[in-house]
C-alpha cells in the first residue's frame, strides 16, 4: 500500500473514504432501515438520514489512517466505543439518580400541599364559624339595644 492510497476507516464499516471520495461498499445493507419502506410500523427508532449523519459525525471524530492492520484498527475502534459506552453509562446513572431524587422530591412537595391544603380548609371553616358566631352577637346586641 501506498503513502498516497491511505484509506481511513470509519466506524460503520460500509464507508471508506480512499482518495478523498466516499465509497459505499455492498456490504453496507440499508434497506431494512427507511422511514417508510421497511413496513415496520415503528420498530426501528433510526432512519437512514439519522445514521449517515451518525457515521459522518464520527467520521470526523475518528480517522485511522490504513497504516495500521485491521486487527489494530478495530482494536482502537472497540476501545473508543467501550470508552463511549462506559461515559454514557455513567451519564445514565446520574439521569437516573437525579430522577429519582426529584422523584422523591415531588412526592414530598405533593404531601405538604395536601397537608397545608387541609390546614387552609380547617382555616375557612375556623373562620366561618367565628363569622356566624360574631353575627349572631351583632345582631343580639343590636336587639338589646333597640329595646
Known amino acids: 500500500m501506498t503513502a498516497g492510497a491511505c484509506y481511513r476507516i470509519c466506524v460503520n464499516v460500509g464507508w471508506t ?18 422511514s417508510g419502506g421497511s413496513g415496520c410500523d415503528g ?34 475502534l472497540v ?7 462506559s461515559a454514557l453509562a455513567d451519564n445514565q446513572n446520574t439521569t437516573d ?7 422523591h422530591e415531588n412526592s414530598t412537595l405533593n404531601s405538604r400541599i395536601q397537608m397545608l391544603e387541609e390546614q387552609l380548609r380547617e382555616l375557612e371553616m375556623r373562620g366561618e364559624d367565628q363569622l356566624v358566631s360574631e353575627q349572631k352577637r351583632c345582631r343580639e346586641l343590636v336587639a338589646r339595644i333597640e329595646r
Do not use: A, M, T, W
Not at 43 to 52: A, F, K, N, R
Not at 97 to 103: E, S
Open 43 to 76: 420498530e426501528e427508532p433510526y432512519s437512514d438520514v439519522s445514521l449517515e449523519e451518525d457515521v459522518i459525525d464520527l467520521n470526523h471524530k475518528v480517522s485511522l489512517p490504513l497504516c495500521f492492520d485491521d486487527n489494530e484498527r478495530f482494536r482502537i
Open 17 to 34: 473514504e480512499r482518495n478523498g471520495s466516499l465509497n459505499r461498499s455492498s456490504s453496507f445493507n440499508s434497506s431494512g432501515r427507511g
Open 79 to 85: 476501545n473508543l466505543l467501550q470508552e463511549q459506552i
Open 97 to 103: 439518580d437525579r430522577y429519582q431524587k426529584v422523584k
